[in-house]
């Protein structure tokens, strides 16, 4: 690295980390039983999952008490006497360690969710390093690492204690080593992410499939001796199952201690209802399912037109909507897939992109529950955000290029840092229609917020609050602008193709 790129590099580096300090949730006098918008524990996503964190230390068990199974509400499952977190245990185990830590320094909570928010800064530099390998200079890697961390919800749930970016990083690395050279060690370790993946939500399993596929094909030798094809296969890749099972016995192991049965997820126990009081209309976090009970299963294609709509181009959800610049993403795959020397890393990317698509469009809650953006693309966010940088090289001096790229940048940064700085809870429109208090169902929800003096910043409410006009609207406009600042300047910094 050349010492220009070096000084941008840490120019940018510089930048993000204040970003991501400034955008931390919390107010200085927080507990544990405030769940008004805005807290970090504003969602049972978040409370369920640190409900076992506190459950692991304070009691030894994977058994919630009636206390803590009551702050994690809904997402809290029933068997017999004993309440339990709904989701598996992975993000619960990684933030164990932080917990540990934050009751050392006095504050629990913030170093457990720091826990989320150091993937999401691991995720921005992976992104950028699977750039790098496609063939994209420092500066582009570098706008598209910082494109998804600040122009997508990863920003909003990057501050939160959901399994969101844990799950990217573990995707991200399996792109990674599924293109590295083959060796024993990256067999294995691919085999513990696939395990890790598992644990950290069911779902991975699908997603983590296009990577586990081309790394497989890729322990294939075909030599072609017209008219006969031999095949060799290389067992070496068979170690990859040794990690994949060390995740399934961890997941067994949690199992027992929860449902009582090594297979039996809790998931398939269903939520408990004996914490539920609806007075005014659903909870607000979680999507209550008012379709018939008949079919329980949990992909239906009938639901798939609805679900491709709701997840890219709704104003509720939409990828497009949300963050615009990720058509940039699709085309810069096109350039990927064009280039002899990248076009197998496209159409990896574009497989699992379309996985993810597929399996969400089948999903019977597509929204998310109450929530902001497409919160289960993002995974497919960071993926479609790795070619922006070889779409940019190429058409940088392209006014009409620039000025597009500028304006969905813009828009979606702003509601990007919108939704980080206020809150994620956004109800699905069937939901907000039914609410006795009206509710808006878009990113008018987190400028009503705004518009209120409200702000979800640690940072600002602690040390700016009533220090001159510095409001909460002003304070979110500074954090939009700079953030926008820094893709102007990695923008800028990019060479054009014909330099």
């Not at 009551?70 to 164990?96: A, E, H, M, N, Q």
């Not at 598992?198 to 499939?209: G, K, S």
């Not at 004996?274 to 329980?296: A, H, K, Y």
Request: hydrophobic share 45%; net charge positive; proline share 6%.
């Amino acid at each position: 690295m050349n010492k220009k790129n070096l000084i941008l590099s840490t120019q940018c580096a510089i930048v993000i980390g204040l970003l991501l300090a400034g955008s931390l949730r919390g107010w200085p006098d927080l507990t544990t039983q405030d769940m008004s918008p805005g807290s970090p524990f504003e969602s049972s996503n978040n409370n369920s999952r640190y409900a076992l964190v506190q459950a692991m230390v304070h009691d030894r068990t994977f058994i919630l008490d009636t206390e803590k199974a009551r702050f994690s509400s809904p997402d809290v499952s029933k068997l017999g006497d004993r309440y339990f977190s709904i989701f598996t245990p992975g993000v619960s185990f990684l933030g164990l360690p932080f917990y540990l830590a934050g009751r050392f320094l006095g504050n629990p909570q913030l170093v457990t969710y720091l826990s989320v928010t150091l993937l999401a800064l691991v995720n921005f530099f992976l992104v950028v390093l699977l750039a790098r390998r496609l063939g994209a200079t420092v500066p582009a890697s570098l706008l598209s690492g910082s494109l998804f961390l600040f122009g997508s919800n990863a920003l909003s749930y990057a501050t939160t204690f959901t399994q969101h970016h844990p799950s990217t990083t573990v995707i991200l690395l399996s792109l990674l080593i599924s293109g590295a050279r083959l060796s024993l060690w990256r067999d294995l370790l691919f085999g513990l992410l696939f395990g890790i993946g598992l644990l950290l939500d069911i779902p991975n399993v699908f997603f983590l499939a296009p990577p586990a596929v081309y790394l497989m094909y890729r322990h294939f030798e075909f030599n072609y001796r017209n008219p006969l094809l031999s095949v060799r296969f290389n067992p070496r890749f068979l170690v990859t199952f040794l990690g994949i099972a060390a995740g399934i016995l961890v997941l067994i192991w949690y199992n027992l201690g929860t449902t009582g049965s090594p297979f039996l997820l809790a998931q398939f126990v269903g939520t408990t209802d004996d914490f539920v009081f609806n007075p005014v209309g659903p909870d607000p976090t979680t999507l209550v399912q008012e379709e018939s009970q008949i079919v329980r299963l949990p992909l239906n294609t009938r639901k798939q037109l609805n679900g491709f709509y709701t997840l890219l181009v709704s104003n509720e959800r939409g990828w497009f909507y949300y963050s615009s610049f990720i058509v940039f993403g699709l085309w810069g795959l096109y350039e990927a897939y064009r280039r002899q020397q990248s076009r197998n890393s496209a159409l990896l990317y574009i497989s699992l992109i379309s996985v993810m698509l597929v399996i969400y469009s089948m999903f019977g809650d597509p929204w998310g529950g109450w929530s902001f953006g497409p919160r289960y693309l993002i995974p497919a966010t960071a993926v479609a955000c790795i070619p922006i940088g070889l779409i940019v090289t190429r058409f940088r001096k392209n006014l009409a290029f620039t000025i597009l790229f500028w304006a969905a940048a813009l828009w979606s940064i702003f509601l990007s840092s919108l939704g980080a700085l206020t809150t994620n809870l956004i109800p699905p429109k069937k939901e907000a229609s039914g609410l006795s208090v009206y509710i808006p169902y878009t990113p008018l929800r987190n400028v009503e917020m705004m518009n209120q003096g409200r702000t979800s910043s640690l940072f600002y409410n602690t040390f700016l609050v009533g220090i001159g006009t510095l409001d909460s609207r002003r304070y979110i406009s500074i954090y939009a602008f700079v953030a926008f600042s820094l893709i102007i300047l990695l923008y800028l910094s990019v060479k054009p193709l014909s330099e």
